[in-house]
């Protein structure tokens, strides 16, 4: 897929600016979500994967999506492998490379589906797997972005989720709750001094792991949206 691989491109609903999309590719590896169209097929793209506990229509992905889609980004958030598995529950263990496997594909559809530089990002584990996507093949996306990235499960420090943080070669931006149980604004500094390449730290105040709350959800995207395509100007 990475390569171009010839795949077909499903479109399933009228002609709107969000599309239900489907791609069956030939490693049997399936890329389901929505895309959000861009007015510009010349421009960028950016895929965006779900936390463990939600799908790619959690209000996060789909504000975020919105946004990055009216700045002029095509933008597609997907169900990773794990969840178009299982509609509910958490991801089993063992499924983080077929996980990647999706994402991989994700990237290689989007590829196709404009001629700019592609993004690569998502929620908690999405971005988590999708930041080791990247550790292991440096030059498969243009940039990161990484959502309430889980450092360490709550209450338990010592199982720090950076092993291949020393191997991240992509520039990465994070955006982090300052009341955020997976990681605290301190130990998340601390964690990307490990990143031998360019990144940089969003910390929002007052959210917790979901982001995205009652008080933030009119201004948090926009910000994203800003922060990022900033980030990645440079």
Do not use: W
């Not at 994967?49 to 095509?74: E, I, K, Q, R």
């Not at 020393?166 to 990681?183: A, E, N, Q, Y």
Request: with cysteine; charged share 20%; aromatic share 6%.
């Amino acid at each position: 897929m990475q390569n171009g691989t010839a795949s077909e491109c499903h479109v399933a609903l009228p002609m709107t600016q969000v599309r239900e999309f489907l791609e069956a590719s030939p490693e049997n590896v399936t890329v389901r979500g929505f895309l959000h169209i861009a007015s510009d097929s010349g421009g960028d793209g950016l895929v965006l994967a779900h936390g463990a506990g939600s799908n790619c229509s959690s209000p996060l992905l789909v504000a975020l999506a919105s946004a990055f889609n009216a700045s002029g980004l095509a933008v597609l958030r997907c169900d990773l492998p794990f969840r178009q598995s299982r509609p509910s529950g958490p991801p089993p263990r063992g499924s983080g490379e077929r996980d990647q496997a999706g994402l991989r594909a994700a990237v290689a559809c989007m590829r196709r589906l404009t001629s700019g530089r592609v993004f690569l990002g998502g929620h908690s584990y999405g971005g988590r797997q999708s930041s080791m996507l990247a550790a292991s093949d440096p030059g498969l996306v243009e940039g990161l972005l990484l959502l309430s990235y889980p450092l360490h499960p709550p209450k338990r420090r010592e199982e720090m989720r950076t092993a291949h943080f020393p191997s991240l070669r992509t520039p990465v931006l994070f955006v982090h709750g300052t009341s955020d149980g997976f990681g605290t604004i301190a130990e998340m500094e601390e964690a990307l001094k490990l990143i031998p390449t360019r990144k940089e730290l969003i910390p929002i105040a007052a959210a917790g792991h979901e982001l995205l709350t009652k008080r933030n959800r009119e201004e948090l995207p926009g910000l994203c949206v800003e922060r990022f395509r900033s980030f990645t100007a440079t």
